[in-house]
């Protein structure tokens, strides 16, 4: 996975789904054992369901719901630090949701609003729907790294589903949060020998397609950065090959006053780490600059695209209103991955300096220098 892959997976596992799920009914005693198993860093209870968001003129907005046991999610330390909430916003009444702060945005709502819901385990029939919605008072709201979970995610207790006897205990489902981003085998054994009959999977198997989508992204990045590297790696061959040859009297005249070949290659060397170093430095301070103002620049195509619109439609009488071409709907979030970028770098610097020295393997000899500059 690259940088941000890694990051989303950090924040989704941390916030959404877990690294593990076990979707067995559990002991305490069973729950106590997994919890002493090393590697692993929290269990929380939960149930997972879907709802419609419904608030004045807007338009109905499907919802992923997690109820959650508070007593479990107030011990849940990397789910407070991934969403911001301190453990008194945790503190759920069965009537208390948490939303995030896309949705607030979206519906206009804040804390100790209300928030008209229909969870769809209490729908009884499509004609009935109107009975089915019920009110829920926000009690705080939460902000993830990324804005799709804070968009459809909310938060609910446990306890309500229990209560309204809409969840039994087979129903429930099991969220373990480990230490390694990727539980190992041997962790998933250890956790089955408590008791062989646990079903554990882990996060790319019960979200399959959305990891292949992963993996594909992941791959046709490495393809399309391998690709920018052998054209920069051969373009760099060729100028050094190229300089040779310019300079080829030049050379003859150094090597004749007793010039060592490895002096010389060294100047090439020195030349294709200024090469790279430059570019690169160049290349990064751009990107970086591109990736922190990204929202900006956005802003300023989505406004030259709508007067170019404008304009045509004056000047054509095209007699078309109510055009807005909007690129990004919602903000977006910049980050940097200082790994990746270091990375980047380095093997750019790597291929152009391969580069030269296989540009500069045969100086010293006459009858190769001739050769190359076809005499």
Known sequence: MNGFQNDFFLSITNVESGNL???NELTQEEIKKIKKIEGIK???KIYETQGIGIQNYYYPTILNIIAVDIKDLKKDQNFISFTGLEKDELDLKDNEIIIGNVLSHNFNLFENDPLELIITDEIKTLISLENDIKSFKIKSIFKSNYAKINETLIFMNIDYFIKNKILHNS?????VKTKNLNPSNKLIEKIKA???????????EYNKEFYKILKIERNTMLIILASIFIVIAVN???LQKRIIINKNKAILILLAMGLRIKKIKQIFFIHSIIICTVGGLLGL????SISLNINEILKI???LVNTLINFLNQILALKIDGIKIQIVKNTITPKLFLSDLAFTFCFACFSTMYSSMKATKKIGSQKNIETINGQ
């Open 236 to 238: 760099a061959y060729y």
């Open 21 to 23: 799920k076990i979707e």
């Open 171 to 175: 129903g429930i489902n099991y969220q």
């Open 194 to 204: 408590v008791n062989p009959k646990i079903k554990a999977k882990t996060w790319n």
């Open 301 to 303: 195509i989505d406004n």
């Open 42 to 44: 929290h269990i929380n």
């Open 285 to 288: 301070t751009l990107g970086i």
